[in-house]
């Protein structure tokens, strides 16, 4: 100690060209590790929007369904079979599928999905959409969601401004007759809200009766997770019942597992990880071998390993949080890029901001333990 600084903080300032280094290393990982976190949980949060709105409380898919990149159609008369339980209340269909949206101003295609429901029944807790549920019942009006990509048009600018709006919706003309916020996704860059006869207008090779989604909502008090269960025996095979949870589950999992782009955002994590410890490392072991006779000279006046151990770590952990706070700073401020370029939900999170200092105590700590080794070579007998 001198006076009240601790011995730790006064060795890593002393040299302050070698401590901007560390700092910006560490600072280098966080948002590293900060900005693929990120990423992953927009990827994840962007894709079960949509289940997550469902106002239902138990699920139907065909087993055959992946997610909704990839759904399969069963009938609707095994929706209906539903009906029988006491416990429900009611059942909705939900038509779903991608196709084309042309751009009413450059002309130019691109992938849109597109829900077909019941206008009479609003299924979805978003903005906009139980306002305009009665414009659906008109013969090719669809709901446009506001947070699309901009490549679709300038739809939401026009709608607002008063403007007719239409658009070619594979190769059949739609108006806009209102908008609602859904949010684009790594599945979806846009989406369409219509009726169910509005969907098979534009589908017209989709067979009534044959649809993607199936929607159960029981009366008050009932279990939904003893009504799936129920409905897994009594429901002929081929049909996926899950509750609603279990269904946001269901994507997500599919997005974490059976794509590679879960797995690179987790890889993308690690090795800023491992790119911060070997950074540390070489501070703290610079640090160590050029006060190593300090270091013996400390021993042979009578401390301890363990105290000298003690410092080592002590500059570990002060690294740590002093290098963490520039990489939170410039996090904030790519998150708030990468949304605007993006449309994703990427913020920042209580749970992500304690992980990261967490990983940040962790990594220098792991390179402190490494570097302190060098310590074993620092002998009071070297001195003299």
């Not at 739609?174 to 996704?185: D, I, P, Q, R």
Request: proline residues 4%; aromatic residues 10%; charged residues 15%.
């Amino acid at each position: 100690m001198a006076g009240k600084i601790p011995l730790s903080w006064l060795q890593l300032t002393r040299e302050k060209t070698r401590l901007a280094v560390a700092l910006s290393g560490i600072a280098f990982a966080d948002i590293l590790m900060f900005m693929q976190l990120g990423f992953r949980d927009a990827l994840y949060y962007s894709n079960v929007r949509m289940h997550s709105s469902l106002a239902g409380d138990v699920i139907l898919i065909n087993n055959q369904s992946n997610a909704v990149l990839s759904m399969k159609s069963f009938s609707q008369r095994t929706l209906y079979k539903a009906l029988d339980l006491p416990t429900v209340k009611s059942v909705h269909p939900i038509y779903l599928d991608y196709t084309s949206w042309r751009n009413p101003v450059t002309g130019r295609p691109r992938s849109i999905l597109i829900f077909g429901i019941n206008p009479e029944v609003n299924l979805f807790n978003l903005p906009g959409v139980n306002e305009n549920l009665n414009k659906l019942k008109l013969p090719d009006v669809v709901l446009y969601d506001r947070s699309s990509r901009v490549e679709y048009g300038p739809i939401t600018d026009s709608f607002n401004q008063g403007k007719i709006v239409t658009a070619e919706v594979r190769r059949r003309q739609v108006k806009v007759g209102g908008l609602f916020t859904l949010g684009a996704s790594f599945g979806a860059d846009g989406n369409l809200i219509t009726s169910d006869l509005n969907f098979l207008r534009i589908f017209n090779n989709r067979q009534r009766g044959l649809i993607d989604i199936g929607v159960i909502k029981l009366k008050p008090g009932a279990d939904p997770n003893q009504v799936a269960q129920y409905l897994r025996s009594y429901l002929p095979t081929g049909i996926n019942v899950l509750t609603k949870e279990e269904f946001v589950e269901f994507e997500r999992n599919y997005w974490a597992s059976s794509t590679a782009i879960g797995f690179i955002f987790t890889l993308g994590t690690i090795m800023g990880f491992i790119v911060g410890t070997v950074i540390v490392y070489q501070i703290l072991y610079t640090e160590v071998t050029d006060h190593l006779s300090e270091y013996a000279t400390l021993k042979a006046i009578g401390y301890t390993q363990n105290y000298l151990l003690t410092v080592i770590l002590q500059e570990a952990f002060l690294l740590a949080v002093v290098g963490y706070l520039p990489g939170f700073a410039c996090a904030l401020v790519l998150y708030n890029v990468a949304r605007d370029a993006t449309l994703l939900p990427i913020f920042m999170s209580y749970n992500r901001a304690i992980m990261v200092i967490m990983l940040t105590i962790l990594m220098c700590f792991i390179s402190g333990m490494i570097a302190i080794r060098k310590l074993g070579s620092a002998d009071p007998a070297d001195i003299f």
